[in-house]
């Protein structure tokens, strides 16, 4: 079930009224029952697969944690990372390789003939996979202990709040919450509520509004002008970001109505002012998973700068396969990877003029210079990851760099292929502006409470309330229109 689907909606406030009923003893029993109803309701046989992966870990790390033998831990860590990426490598990238090889028979005149496999994709398999192997690693490095309770190490895997679309949470982060007796907090409640009203409202007015546009035009590319196409694929830029956060949010929240605190996932990646810091604030837990357990084994920055950026590349090309079975992402990835090693070459001899000629690049206006180039970069990426192709790639590029024009006529032709009218286009206006305003809901006492956006003083509480009611006026309201006119998606990293 998706979290903006009435049946999440009766789902979640069960589940947590039953949490708190039950007595301690039982509780990770419903929420493991809980947890694969809600993981089965996509597909029942998904369970096997995940149950394959949950059960190659936990036997795994009991004999990891029983040996000495420093050759028979490599055996398991090895049998464990054979099975779980090899499920992974099977069930999401074997058509991609599949129609790679083809793909080279045919330039050498070779086999015409598609060849596609009928296998469906497990709902959130990188995730889990990840999350499942950062275990094993830790408990074969002795960072953390083989946990004995296979029902506890089985709700970690497949946790409900963060099973499909993260965060990605080690095993030291989330297992020692799932087991540590949780009392009843107003404050958990409030600070999950405020989770919830912040991701949903990401997704359901502001991800999904973006997506109608965005699809209208990369649907007919051909037709669009520049402008379109430059507008689509900013707007992309916040759909993904407000539909990834989103879920986000709404696991945050979800986990923190029962207590347990969630790694935050975002810190506001759209104010970033260089590629490094943009990847350090997106999708943090998979950049530190990515960070741990491959750039650092591959030497990291310990062995030379052409080292460091040969690593630099490998960690994010590998990063854009992972998020999809597609060319065009691992070109994203690519690109991305660029950018960062060009960030990495420059940085030493552009701080060294600045320091030369008296230039603050923390001064707000060349933060904010620096910050508007990064997003232009960043929308020009977003081709690579919005397009379904190579050859969508090469189109959209042609367009947004040969259609440009002025006149009426030519803005009215870049909102006709966006399908935008005047209204559409206040309100869209209004939701992106509302959506910086989402972090001015009142801080928590923890690091997981929602970061206020600059210069947004802390609400009282009876405005706090007031946010309350509007938030989910909004949300509702949204969430009904897009429902009657079918606009209703589910969130796109479902799919990784």
């Known amino acids: 079930m998706n979290f903006n689907s009435l049946e999440f909606l009766i789902f979640l ?8 009923v039950l007595p ?9 029952a809980a947890s694969l109803f809600f993981y089965m309701s996509w597909n029942v046989w998904l369970i096997v697969l995940i149950g394959i992966t949950t059960v190659t870990a936990y036997v795994a790390a009991i004999c990891i944690s029983r040996t000495q033998s420093v050759r028979v831990k490599k055996a398991w860590l090895i049998a464990t990372l054979v099975i779980c990426f090899g499920i992974l490598i099977f069930f ?17 005149g070779g086999a015409q003939d598609d060849i596609v496999l009928n296998i469906l994709l497990p709902v959130g398999i990188s995730f889990y996979t990840f999350q499942t192997l950062s275990y094993v690693i830790d408990v074969y490095r002795g960072d953390y202990p083989a946990e004995k309770h296979f029902g506890y190490f089985a709700l970690y895997v497949t946790y409900f709040p963060q099973l499909v679309a993260g965060p990605i949470e080690k095993p030291g982060t989330l297992l020692p919450q799932l087991r540590t007796e949780h009392k009843f907090n107003a404050d958990d409640v409030f600070e999950g509520g405020k ?18 546009f965005v699809d209208k035009v ?43 605190k969630l790694s935050q996932n975002f810190d506001r ?10 990847f350090r604030r997106w999708h943090i837990t998979l950049n530190q ?29 590998l990063c854009g396969l992972w998020h999809g079975a597609n060319w065009t992402f691992v070109l994203w990835g690519l690109a991305a990877g660029v950018f960062v090693c060009i960030e990495s070459l420059l940085r030493k001899p552009s701080q060294a003029f600045c320091q030369k000629h008296g230039i603050d690049l923390e001064n707000p206006a060349i933060r904010l210079l620096r910050q508007a180039v990064v997003f232009l970069l960043f929308v020009f990426c977003c081709v690579l990851f919005r397009a379904q192709n190579i050859a969508e790639i090469g189109l959209a590029y042609r367009q947004m760099f040969t259609g440009w024009g002025i006149g009426a006529d030519y803005f009215a032709k870049a909102f006709e292929s966006l399908g935008m009218d005047g209204m559409q286009f206040i309100l869209l206006i209004l939701s992106l502006v509302a959506m910086a305003f989402v972090y001015s809901l009142p801080r928590g006492k923890d690091k997981n409470a929602l970061p206020l956006e600059g210069g947004c003083a802390a609400l009282s509480r009876n405005a706090t309330v007031s946010v309350f009611i509007y938030g989910v006026m909004a949300v509702a309201l949204c969430w009904l229109a897009l429902l009657a006119s079918s606009d209703v998606s589910s969130f796109a990293y479902f799919q990784f």
Do not use: H
């Not at 989770?195 to 109608?212: N, Y």
């Open 13 to 20: 406030p069960v589940v947590v009224a039953l949490y708190w």
């Open 218 to 260: 990369y649907a007919d590319l051909a037709s669009a002008n520049a402008l379109a196409v430059f507008i689509a694929s900013a707007l992309f830029l916040f759909q993904i970001y407000n539909d990834f956060a989103g879920y986000s949010e709404i696991a945050l929240g979800s986990a923190r109505l029962m207590g347990v």
């Open 195 to 212: 989770w919830l009203l912040s991701g949903f409202f990401r997704k359901c007015v502001v991800a999904d509004f973006c997506g109608i």
């Open 269 to 278: 990646p759209l104010t970033s002012a260089s590629f490094t810091e943009f």
């Open 289 to 317: 998973w990515f960070t741990q357990y491959v750039y650092i084994p591959l030497g990291g920055n310990r062995k030379g700068l052409p080292r460091k950026l040969l690593n630099t590349m490998v960690v994010f090309a």
């Open 92 to 108: 999401k990238y074997i058509n991609f390789l599949i129609e790679s090889v083809v793909g080279v028979i045919r330039l050498f």
């Open 24 to 32: 301690f003893k039982v509780r990770w029993v419903l929420l493991l």
